[in-house]
């Protein structure tokens, strides 16, 4: 086969939307195989995807082409010969480093290919004018420009023999008199013969050129052709199913909207719960902070309640001293009312005494 898959993966596949160019618009309701080709007839690169029998990416690598990485999972490139962008959202992030690895390695090489195509045409294009006053001394194959078999030469033969001849049947009287000029004709031969060999293969590579570009001309025209018939064909069909399609707009169209209006009602539930969030974060700071203060206030409650027990204790042992303190006092009235009653005793006893003397 003339083309060949060089890499495969699978992706989603999104088109920039031609009207508003902003909005990515799905072209594959699911992942499917996005392949690099190498065409080795044309030597270029190319990212083919099928939906189905549908083609969905049929874009050439170019040197100017750039693959830019808009997030961990999804990459882009535009393609000026298609007038459109592409967009590919991978599974993961090796995925599409990979991918944009071998873009990066592909694009080289196809700068690299063009590079070497454009010296092959400056060289073709130099031995052409180099070879333009020579047309006819050079040997020209049976496939040739003009097809003609006028200015044909065997291709051993001097090219410059007639351009020698005259010369020398000019300077004949010369050469009998002068060796040295004699020696500088053979140098100038020896120079032509150098210049007609370097000539012919020139030529002999143009033509092998001619007919390689005939080659791939055949291959473009061939080409041309299935794409104009796949494409009259997927014309038919879509002709035929205009209707079909102008319903399944409409039913799009509505589902978009519906799916609109759900985005923005998740949009505000999502913008509540991250109110919510919010204030549950404000409120678990404060319950971090009041758990702060309750663990002190609890320290200082352990402190005071062994403070109030240890003044409990105090307490008591100040009322067992008072009560104590009273009996003693009691103990005591009672022994001076005995001792006052004693002395009364004694005042009355020495009372009548005093009269009765």
Same mark, same amino acid.
């Given at each position: 086969?003339?083309?060949?898959?060089?890499?495969?993966?699978?992706?989603?596949?999104?088109?920039?939307?031609?009207?508003?160019?902003?909005?990515?618009?799905?072209?594959?309701?699911?992942?499917?195989?996005?392949?690099?080709?190498?065409?080795?007839?044309?030597?270029?690169?190319?990212?083919?995807?099928?939906?189905?029998?549908?083609?969905?990416?049929?874009?050439?690598?170019?040197?100017?082409?750039?693959?830019?990485?808009?997030?961990?999972?999804?990459?882009?490139?535009?393609?000026?010969?298609?007038?459109?962008?592409?967009?590919?959202?991978?599974?993961?992030?090796?995925?599409?480093?990979?991918?944009?690895?071998?873009?990066?390695?592909?694009?080289?090489? *196809?700068?690299?290919?063009?590079?070497?195509?454009?010296?092959?045409?400056?060289?073709?294009?130099?031995?052409?004018?180099?070879?333009?006053?020579?047309?006819?001394?050079?040997?020209?194959?049976?496939?040739?420009?003009?097809? #003609?078999?006028?200015?044909?030469?065997?291709?051993?033969?001097?090219?410059?023999?007639?351009?020698?001849?005259?010369?020398?049947?000019?300077?004949?009287?010369?050469?009998?008199?002068?060796?040295?000029?004699?020696?500088?004709?053979?140098?100038?031969?020896?120079?032509?013969?150098?210049?007609?060999?370097?000539?012919?293969?020139?030529?002999?590579?143009?033509?092998?050129?001619?007919?390689?570009?005939?080659?791939?001309?055949?291959?473009?025209?061939?080409?041309?052709?299935?794409?104009?018939?796949?494409?009259?064909?997927?014309?038919?069909?879509?002709?035929?199913?205009? #209707?079909?399609?102008?319903?399944?707009?409409?039913?799009?169209?509505?589902?978009?909207?519906?799916?609109?209006?759900?985005?923005?009602?998740?949009?505000?539930?999502?913008?509540?719960?991250?109110?919510?969030?919010?204030? *549950?974060?404000?409120?678990?700071?404060?319950?971090?902070?009041?758990?702060?203060?309750?663990?002190?206030?609890?320290?200082?409650?352990? #402190?005071?309640?062994?403070?109030?027990?240890?003044?409990?204790?105090?307490?008591?042992?100040?009322?067992?001293?008072?009560?104590?303190?009273?009996?003693?006092?009691?103990?005591?009235?009672?022994?001076?009312?005995?001792?006052?009653?004693?002395?009364?005793?004694?005042?009355?006893?020495?009372?009548?005494?005093?009269?009765?003397?």
């Amino acid at each position: 086969l003339r083309e060949q898959p060089i890499f495969s993966t699978r992706a989603h596949v999104f088109q920039i939307d031609p009207s508003t160019k902003k909005n990515w618009v799905p072209t594959s309701k699911h992942a499917v195989t996005v392949s690099y080709f190498f065409d080795s007839t044309r030597n270029v690169y190319r990212i083919i995807s099928l939906d189905g029998s549908k083609a969905i990416i049929n874009s050439t690598i170019t040197p100017n082409m750039t693959f830019t990485k808009t997030s961990h999972k999804f990459g882009q490139w535009a393609d000026s010969r298609a007038n459109t962008v592409y967009g590919l959202g991978f599974s993961s992030e090796s995925h599409l480093t990979k991918f944009a690895d071998k873009f990066a390695e592909f694009k080289e090489a *196809a700068r690299l290919a063009k590079e070497k195509s454009q010296e092959k045409i400056e060289l073709t294009s130099t031995a052409s004018q180099e070879s333009a006053p020579a047309d006819q001394q050079l040997p020209l194959t049976p496939g040739n420009f003009n097809g #003609t078999d006028e200015g044909r030469v065997t291709p051993g033969t001097p090219q410059h023999a007639e351009v020698r001849a005259e010369p020398s049947q000019n300077a004949l009287p010369f050469s009998q008199s002068s060796s040295s000029i004699g020696k500088h004709w053979e140098a100038e031969l020896e120079a032509l013969k150098g210049n007609n060999a370097k000539l012919t293969a020139a030529l002999l590579e143009s033509t092998a050129n001619v007919k390689q570009w005939k080659q791939q001309l055949a291959a473009y025209q061939e080409e041309a052709e299935r794409l104009h018939i796949f494409q009259v064909t997927e014309l038919e069909c879509v002709s035929s199913q205009t #209707t079909a399609i102008k319903s399944q707009k409409t039913e799009l169209n509505l589902t978009i909207e519906e799916l609109e209006a759900a985005l923005k009602v998740r949009f505000q539930e999502l913008q509540r719960l991250r109110a919510e969030v919010e204030s *549950a974060n404000q409120f678990q700071t404060q319950k971090d902070s009041l758990a702060l203060r309750l663990q002190d206030t609890e320290s200082r409650n352990r #402190t005071l309640e062994a403070q109030l027990r240890e003044l409990e204790q105090r307490l008591e042992s100040s009322r067992q001293e008072r009560e104590a303190f009273h009996r003693g006092l009691r103990s005591l009235l009672e022994l001076l009312d005995s001792r006052i009653l004693e002395l009364t005793e004694l005042r009355d006893t020495l009372a009548r005494l005093l009269q009765a003397s």
